[in-house]
């Protein structure tokens, strides 16, 4: 049983990497240089690119049945490398994640206490996420009995229940197939409540770019 759970941890950890590897290179391809000297538009634009990559690829796959994890990791593999390979003949394809790591270590030595309390915040999630089971009124009611649905036929297909349950079974893009690349690799839930993490960075980050747009680069150090 250990060597499964372990199987599917290395599995999802896979997975992840390269979902997270192409919405970086993605985002690298379609700001180009800007990538480097706007490491905020750079962060908002890769996970953008990685929610909208995962979401298109996991639809696709399910609209004609062939919704599993060892196509969807064969395909996402073979669109990172190809990323890969436009972006080099760019420059420097991890150039803007460089610089990004270094904007933000910056600004984390800047504000250490507002740094320590985001960590903490983020690392208390993470360990209630893994340690209990997604009971959420959302989860219980259409995101996990539909991903586990897909999961279990290989496709999307409607699934008829209670008004939320059949309402967000017509829905493939309303989040549960972002659910279903972390539930497929290891074949359980463990990982749910970790899934929409990246989407709440997408969102803090996202704010902070709405600020600045709007001028608050004096006033609010992140921005």
Not at 3 to 25: K, N, V, Y
Not at 107 to 131: F, M, Q, T, V
Not at 186 to 202: T, V
Request: glycine share 12%; hydrophobic share 55%.
């Amino acid at each position: 049983m250990f060597a499964i759970d372990l199987l599917g941890a290395a599995l999802t950890l896979i997975t992840l990497t390269f979902l997270g590897l192409s919405g970086l290179l993605l985002s690298r391809l379609l700001l180009g240089r800007r990538a480097e000297e706007d490491p905020l538009a750079y962060a908002i634009a890769a996970l953008l690119a990685m929610t909208t990559l995962a979401t298109l690829l996991g639809t696709g796959l399910g609209a004609m049945g062939l919704l599993r994890i060892e196509i969807g990791l064969l395909l996402l593999a073979a669109i990172t490398v190809f990323l890969l390979r436009k972006v080099r003949g760019d420059g420097d394809p991890w150039g803007a994640l460089r610089a990004a790591g270094r904007r933000t270590w910056g600004r984390l030595k800047e504000h250490p206490a507002l740094a320590l309390l985001a960590l903490h915040a983020a690392a208390a999630e993470g360990l209630r996420g893994l340690l209990r089971p997604p009971l959420t009124w959302d989860g219980l009611m259409y995101h996990m009995p539909i991903v586990a649905t897909w999961l279990q036929e290989g496709r999307i297909s409607a699934v008829f229940g209670m008004r939320p349950l059949s309402f967000y079974g017509f829905m493939p893009a309303g989040g549960s197939v972002w659910v279903w690349w972390w539930l497929a690799p290891s074949h359980s839930e463990l990982y749910a409540n970790l899934a929409f993490f990246p989407q709440a960075a997408l969102l803090a980050l996202a704010v902070g770019g709405v600020a600045r747009e709007l001028g608050a680069r004096r006033f609010w150090p992140c921005a």
